[in-house]
Antibody, heavy 117, light 111 residues
Framework: EVQLVQSGAEVKKPGESLKISCKASGYDFTSYWIAWVRQIPGKGLEWMGKIDPGDSYTYYNPSFQGHVTISADKSIDTASLQWSRLEASDTAMYYC??????????WGQGTLVTVSS | QSALTQPASVSGSPGQSITISCTGTSSDVDDYDYVSWYQQYPGKAPKLMIYDVSNRPSGVSSRFSGSKSGNTASLTISGLQAEDEADYYCSSYTTSTTLYLFGTGTKVTVL
């Protein structure tokens, strides 16, 4: 069974750094891309970017480029999303998602990130 | 374009059919058969319902069907049931720098 298990909820202060993770299992980690999707409470889904774990090729939505870093470690089948300086506007639910071509087949359970002073 | 356009809400009575539209442009929906639909219950992760315009993953009810005409894709739910009450999002590949776009989301209410 394909599973994407994300790290737990985080509460941070503005300016702090953060790395959240997505542990994949049940399939060949290098055969599907992993994307990150943001959902601000009460709002819609936003595509942040994706990574191909096989070669670590990464593509960012320009709206997020420079503010987040997407990475993957194929030795432990884990993808990550990190911020070096969080802002209050980063408060949201973040989902990792497994896909192929232009389709997201599976989603993680989500990680709620709250940024507040 | 930052998002595909969907109606904010659609409602129907049990047993009826409803259709949700998803309008894009020549850079996305019109030019590529890479439209997907996702169902999301409150507080839960989205779930794939339709991919590549009209394909259903295994395990998804045949009451869900997808189609496309020009720059507008559609999701039809036939024989509406109470469990279909959720938010629905379309998505599409795009030649814009965002690479993929989601729709604005539609809340389906079963009356």
């Amino acid at each position: 069974e394909v599973q994407l298990v994300q790290s737990g909820a985080e509460v941070k202060k503005p300016g702090e750094s953060l790395k959240i993770s997505c542990k994949a299992s049940g399939y060949d980690f290098t055969s599907y891309w992993i994307a990150w999707v943001r959902q601000i409470p009460g709002k819609g889904l936003e595509w942040m970017g994706k990574i191909d774990p096989g070669d670590s090729y990464t593509y960012y939505n320009p709206s997020f480029q420079g503010h987040v870093t997407i990475s993957a470690d194929k030795s432990i089948d884990t993808a990550s999303l990190q911020w070096s300086r969080l802002e209050a506007s980063d408060t949201a639910m973040y989902y990792c998602a497994r896909g192929l071509s232009a389709v997201v087949f599976n989603w993680g359970q989500g990680t709620l990130v709250t940024v507040s002073s | 374009q930052s998002a595909l356009t969907q109606p904010a809400s659609v409602s129907g009575s049990p047993g009826q059919s409803i259709t949700i539209s998803c309008t894009g442009t020549s850079s996305d929906v019109d030019d590529y058969d890479y439209v997907s639909w996702y169902q999301q219950y409150p507080g839960k992760a989205p779930k794939l319902m339709i991919y590549d315009v009209s394909n259903r993953p295994s395990g998804v009810s045949s009451r869900f069907s997808g189609s496309k005409s020009g720059n507008t894709a559609s999701l039809t739910i036939s024989g509406l049931q109470a469990e279909d009450e959720a938010d629905y999002y379309c998505s599409s590949y795009t030649t814009s720098t965002t690479l993929y776009l989601f729709g604005t989301g539609t809340k389906v209410t079963v009356l």
